[in-house]
């Protein structure tokens, strides 16, 4: 249990990559925040009820990241009344938007995929960060991909914004350095779920890691043991099968 008492939050809690850490973080001993859009709650009602059968503690908030920031204040207000601080902030919700040559890219869809994936992550860790500063070992985590260190063709407002959540991990890490908040960006590498399948739908998903695969990295920075970790961009698929104090 080397998430014991702690306090983490999770975007993107409902599915995929989100929901496996989710799921990871509660079997640590970690009470964890589930936060999704509200036309979504029966997935993260889904995360919940996983959480529940293995004896974790979970809460569900309902937020969307696209155009609901501005209740991010009453919620880092309520998390304060309720658990006094944050241990651990994920931003791992993320929107694929569309695959099209950038000539082409829909204006709306373009600030839909650089608010989600770049604008709250930015605006959650500026708000959390209060919280953030109370923990004796904060750990903020921030889900890229390949395409932020190399654009590809058709990647348009996704990879311009995952490329941006690298360079501010960076700059957060860079101002952030004499604080107890620490920092990185993990690329979890092509991971079955309905992003991935959208992306590349005619790929067999199980020839690629399951989500729940790929949650050693995301254990490992969120612990004690990545106390010193800070600035990193780091690769899931890297850290396949560790296990704390095994390997
Ligand atoms: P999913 O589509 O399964 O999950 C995306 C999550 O983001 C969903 O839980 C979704 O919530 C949430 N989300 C999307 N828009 C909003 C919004 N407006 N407000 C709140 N939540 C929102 O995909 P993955 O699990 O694959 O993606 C997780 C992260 O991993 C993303 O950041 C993605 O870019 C990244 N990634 C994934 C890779 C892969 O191969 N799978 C590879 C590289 C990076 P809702 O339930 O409300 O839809």
Do not use: C
């Amino acid at each position: 249990m080397i998430l014991k008492d702690r306090i983490a939050l999770v975007t993107g809690a409902g599915a995929g990559i989100g929901q496996a850490v989710a799921l990871t973080y509660a079997q640590q001993g970690a009470t964890v925040i589930l936060l999704g859009r509200k036309s979504k709650h029966k997935k993260l009602e889904k995360t919940y009820d996983l959480i529940q059968e293995v004896g974790g503690t979970a809460t569900i908030v309902p937020l969307d990241l696209e155009n609901e920031l501005g209740i991010v204040p009453d919620l880092v207000k309520g998390l304060y009344e309720r658990y006094g601080r944050l241990d651990i902030l994920v931003n791992n919700a993320g929107d694929l938007g569309s695959l099209t040559p950038l000539a082409l890219y829909d204006n709306l869809q373009w600030e839909k995929v650089m608010r989600v994936n770049l604008t709250a992550p930015f605006f959650l860790i500026r708000e959390l960060l209060p919280l953030l500063k109370l923990s004796d070992d904060a750990s903020v985590i921030n889900v890229v991909s390949s395409v932020a260190f190399k654009g590809r063709h058709f990647w348009g407002a996704y990879a311009a914004a995952k490329a941006g959540l690298v360079n501010l991990t960076e700059t957060w890490s860079a101002e952030l350095e004499k604080s107890p908040v620490r920092m990185n960006t993990v690329n979890p590498g092509g991971t079955a779920t309905a992003m991935r399948a959208s992306a590349f739908p005619g790929e067999d998903p199980q020839s690629i890691p399951q989500p729940h695969e790929i949650t050693p990295l995301f254990l490992y920075l969120a612990s004690a043991y990545a106390k010193e970790v800070r600035g990193q961009h780091l690769a899931a698929r890297d850290w396949l099968g560790w296990m704390p104090g095994v390997n």
